[in-house]
Nanobody, 122 residues
Framework: QVQLVESGGGLVQPGGSLRLSCAASGFSFSAYTMTWVRQAPGKGLEWVSNINSHDNRTYYADFVKGRFTISRDNAKNTVYLDVNSLKPEDTAVYYC???????????????RGQGTQVTVSS
């Protein structure tokens, strides 16, 4: 079955950095766009970044441009999110996600991991 396992979160001071990782299994990782989303306390899910499967093109939410970098290693079935210049408002649970087709190709389902907590505080 599809599994997404995030790691790398923690407590960091403002201006600090972390590398978040997401190990994927149960599907053809290299064939699908991978996504990072986050959820701050008391708020809904917020899209952060995507990386395409076929050309590794990346996309970012405006609030993280220039600070976060998404990348993928298809040999390791892993997607990364390097988070730099962190701000207190970046405090959230960060999830990786993927949208996959059903076996008969008639529908799509979204999958998310359990998330990794990032807390930015002095």
């Amino acid at each position: 079955q599809v599994q997404l396992v995030e790691s790398g979160g923690g407590l960091v001071q403002p201006g600090g950095s972390l590398r978040l990782s997401c190990a994927a299994s149960g599907f053809s990782f290299s064939a699908y766009t991978m996504t990072w989303v986050r959820q701050a306390p008391g708020k809904g899910l917020e899209w952060v970044s995507n990386i395409n499967s076929h050309d590794n093109r990346t996309y970012y939410a405006d609030f993280v441009k220039g600070r976060f970098t998404i990348s993928r290693d298809n040999a390791k079935n892993t997607v990364y999110l390097d988070v730099n210049s962190l701000k207190p408002e970046d405090t959230a649970v960060y999830y990786c996600a993927v949208r996959l087709p059903s076996v008969d190709g008639t529908a799509w389902s979204d999958y998310r991991g359990q998330g990794t907590q990032v807390t930015v505080s002095s």
